[in-house]
Each structure stands twice: as structure tokens, then as C-alpha cells.
């Protein structure tokens, strides 16, 4: 089945330590993003890309890196210099210039 | 970017319409309306979207004002399965700018 995969659901680390997010789709859309979202909270863009090797910031990409190596791919880095790390991370893609964007169903990162 | 305000929450009574405002007075020309819904635990699913005309689908319409300066999105007979948090969304997919940028919602609760 088609769809937006993002792994693993639950994650634990040890303050300090940086943490990669995965996130793969073979939907063969272009466009992928990635939103942290805290308890009660909407959701806030970290980082989007268009197309490969190539990705923009969003409006909270400090403590953040992103690659896009490949067009199914778009791996997230929680670096140790995020200062709140603990959140529900999510990702998303859409076909560039439509309507509707698919999302993963999201990574509970718990930082201790 | 153009930003939208919705209330905080709503509540309303199962098996009756439910209309969901969104206000978005700085949306411009090519800026299209998109309607996007988080139920608890999940990432977000695409509802509906629109330009200028009202639009139907099979999970719920949209009005959209005369001006463009405010939407309702319309639930025709809300069931439990509805409650969720409902997000307003201005997007430009003219190619210059694939960010999809999510506000607060407005949290509804169905009433048994």
C-alpha cells in the first residue's frame, strides 16, 4: 500500500545525545515536511523540502538538520543543541502545486 | 505568510450540522483555503479546500465569503468519530511557496 512511514512510534534518549527520525514515502511525491507539535499545541514547521537536495528552513529550525538524499526520504536530526526536544514530531508530503498533503503517524520522542 | 484565527474550541451535538469559522483577512489573490483535521494521537488528514466557490465533498463543505476574507467549514451531521482538532490553512500553490503552515485550531467536541 501507498503511504508516508515514520519511524519508530515511541523514542527515548538521553539528554545530550542528537536523534534521527526517519520518515519514507512511496507515494513519489516531491514535496515532504516536518512539524513538531507539543501537548495542546498546533503544529510548527522545522523544515521542508521541494525536491531533492534541497530543503528550507521552517519557522523553527534551530536544534534541527534535515537531508533529502533521496525523494522517498527526508530524515530529521533532533541535535543535542535543541533545548526542548521532548515532542510529537510528524511528516508530511504532498505533489507540488496540489491540494493535499498526507502525514506520517508521528514520533513521540520523550527526552531524558 | 497570511495568517488564519479560529476559535480556540467548539462543542456541539451529535447528529446536527456544525459550522467551523475561520477568519483569514490578509489571504490574497492566489492564496487557496485548505481544511485539514488532527484526530487525537494522529497526524493530520485533508478535509476540503477551496478558491473562491463553495465546494462540496464527501466530508464536509466549505463556504467561503464573498470577500475571501472568512471560510466555514460545515460538518452536515456531526457523529463522535468528528471530534477532532480543525485546522484552517492558507496555501499559495502557485510554485513559489509550498510551505504549509498550520495555526492553533479549533478544538470540537460532540456531545452525545
Known amino acids: 500500500d501507498g503511504g508516508i512511514t515514520q519511524s519508530p512510534k515511541y523514542l527515548f534518549r538521553k539528554e545530550g545525545q542528537n536523534v534521527t527520525l526517519s520518515c519514507e514515502q512511496n507515494?513519489?511525491?516531491?514535496?515532504m515536511y516536518w512539524y513538531r507539535q507539543d501537548p495542546g499545541q498546533g503544529l510548527r514547521l522545522i523544515y521542508y523540502?521541494?525536491?531533492?537536495?534541497?530543503?528550507q528552513k521552517g519557522d523553527i529550525a534551530e536544534g534541527y538538520s534535515v537531508s533529502r538524499e533521496k525523494k522517498e526520504s527526508f530524515p530529521l536530526t533532533v541535535t543535542s543543541a535543541q533545548k526542548n526536544p521532548t515532542a510529537f514530531y510528524l511528516c508530511?508530503?504532498?505533489?507540488?502545486?496540489?491540494?493535499?498533503?498526507?502525514f506520517g503517524q508521528g514520533t513521540r520522542l520523550t527526552v531524558v | 505568510d497570511a495568517k488564519t484565527t479560529q476559535p480556540n474550541s467548539m462543542e456541539s451535538n451529535e447528529e446536527e450540522p456544525v459550522h467551523l469559522p475561520c477568519n483569514h483577512s490578509?489571504?490574497?489573490?492566489?492564496?487557496?483555503i485548505h481544511w485539514y483535521r488532527q484526530l487525537p494521537s494522529q497526524g493530520p488528514e485533508y478535509v476540503i479546500h477551496?478558491?473562491?466557490s463553495n465546494v462540496n465533498n464527501r466530508m464536509a463543505s466549505l463556504a467561503i465569503a464573498e470577500d475571501r476574507k472568512s471560510s466555514t467549514l460545515i460538518l452536515h451531521r456531526a457523529t463522535l468519530r468528528d471530534a477532532a482538532v480543525y485546522y484552517c490553512?492558507?496555501?499559495?500553490?502557485?510554485?513559489?511557496?509550498?510551505?504549509?503552515?498550520f495555526g492553533t485550531g479549533t478544538r470540537l467536541t460532540i456531545i452525545p
Open positions: 523540502s521541494q525536491i531533492v537536495n534541497d530543503f
Open positions: 490578509t489571504i490574497s489573490g492566489t492564496d487557496y
Open positions: 508530511a508530503s504532498s505533489i507540488r502545486g496540489t491540494f493535499e498533503a498526507f
Open positions: 477551496g478558491l473562491t
Open positions: 507515494l513519489n511525491h516531491d514535496a
Open positions: 490553512i492558507l496555501r499559495d500553490v502557485n510554485f513559489g511557496n509550498e510551505k504549509l503552515t
